[in-house]
């Protein structure tokens, strides 16, 4: 029944990128079905779960590992699932559902896994955290994204940026090519290759394929050696 409703929404909406909720369940995990259970093997069946239904012919999706942003979270921060729960807990007061930095760390994966960029650009913060908890949040988000990038098949609809060489340059296989600094359209950038003159800058490409469907990159740096060398061999030709 899923592959059934995928296909129905794919057939409607051929650009469209279905996401799986690859999160978490109850604190503790469900021993008296899984002896031994616990909250990291529970939130790894789950992503193995998504991982399987995801091989299928056919399917192919995105998975969006907000279980093992927690996971990360828990790793780095044990208060965080500590009873008895408070505001800035990951789970609720049942143990299950969210609470309001629960909610707000699965926030973050979802918006890196959608737009391919990290929430720490964000302007906005949550009401409810401390700026230090709020960054935390959103680098620990940003990470699983950056660490797990072929377990949550985003590779299948983004753009690879080599960085080999300055120019830097992306597959010639689209119809349209939008370079970007930072946040920034840049002017007259509409080529598979870019030359990147801004260590401190980063650079991603929109492209659109022959569908019409839009794909994002992954921000990319050079390191100013490799910017340099690039002038200096410029400066040599002249």
Known sequence: NNIKFQDSIKKMIPCVRIIYFAGWEQEG???????????????????????????????????????????????????????PYHNESLYAADGRHPGWTGSYLAACVLFATIFHQSPLYLQNRSTFAKQESDTFVKKIAWKTISDNYEITNISSVTPEISTDANPVSTPDIYAKYQWFKDSAPIAGANNFKYLITDEQASYWVETIDSKGCVHWSFPVNLPQTMIREKQEIEQDGH
Do not use: C
């Open 29 to 83: 995990g469900v021993p008296t079905l899984f002896p031994g259970d616990n909250t990291e093997k529970m939130i790894g069946r789950i992503l193995t779960n998504y991982k399987y239904l995801n091989d299928q012919p056919g399917v192919h999706n995105i998975i969006a590992p907000i279980g093992v942003a927690w996971l990360s979270a828990m790793a780095q921060r044990p208060e965080l699932a500590r009873k």
